[in-house]
């Protein structure tokens, strides 16, 4: 298995929508940096956040979640989350996943060096649709995070061989997710 390049990135973006809309430079100048890196992609954070809340006292339980354990705010530039808590949001661009590939997606050391994470689970191979981020407060403090702006790296593994079954074959629940998406079990 081997972490593709900016080329293949670039390439695959063009000719078969990997990623879309695609941004091939990093772009910063005063903001969180995003756009092609040299063996990956910064993506964008969108501008819609589900934030956790506990004013009915609920649980969390990932087989019967409910949407209201989260308010849910849009925002031109920033939310604030909470200390301690939790948010979701959604990538501006949109994945395209080969089948012989996958992603892992790791948190952009700029928030990272502020106390939250920033958590993807694997991106599987034939995945297609927006990604779901999630955000964890671990500070004290109130977070910021800025909507339109870089949040995360995309890094592409591609495998030895192809899959028996991709995500698209087995019709996986997020497939072709667009905006946050909750828990499904």
């Known amino acids: 298995m081997s972490v593709l390049s900016d080329k293949w990135i670039k390439k695959m973006a063009i000719d078969h ?3 879309s809309p695609f941004v091939d430079k ?15 992609y910064d993506a964008r954070v969108g501008d819609e956040f589900k934030i956790f809340h506990n004013v009915d006292s609920s649980i969390v339980d990932p087989k019967e979640f409910t949407s209201n354990n989260f308010v849910t705010k849009k925002t031109l ?3 604030i989350i909470p200390p301690n808590s939790f948010a979701l949001a959604t990538t501006i661009e949109k994945f395209k996943i080969p089948r012989n590939v996958m992603c892992i997606v790791v948190g952009k050391s ?3 060096r502020c106390g939250i994470i920033v958590n993807v689970t694997p991106i599987e191979s034939e995945f297609e ?7 964890s407060n671990t500070t004290p403090l109130p977070a910021k995070i800025y909507a339109n702006e870089g949040v ?16 698209a074959d087995r019709k996986g ?7 946050v998406t909750l828990p499904k079990v």
Not at 152 to 167: M, T
Not at 173 to 179: A, F, L, P
């Open 26 to 40: 990093q772009i910063g100048g005063g903001k969180i940096s995003y756009g092609l890196s040299s063996f990956g």
């Open 110 to 112: 700029t928030y990272a």
């Open 77 to 79: 530039d920033f939310i």
């Open 129 to 135: 649709g927006t990604v779901t981020l999630e955000f």
């Open 17 to 19: 929508n990997l990623i």
């Open 152 to 167: 995360a790296q995309f890094l592409f593994l591609k495998g030895n061989e192809e899959p028996d079954i991709s995500y």
């Open 173 to 179: 629940k997020y497939m072709g997710q667009s905006g």
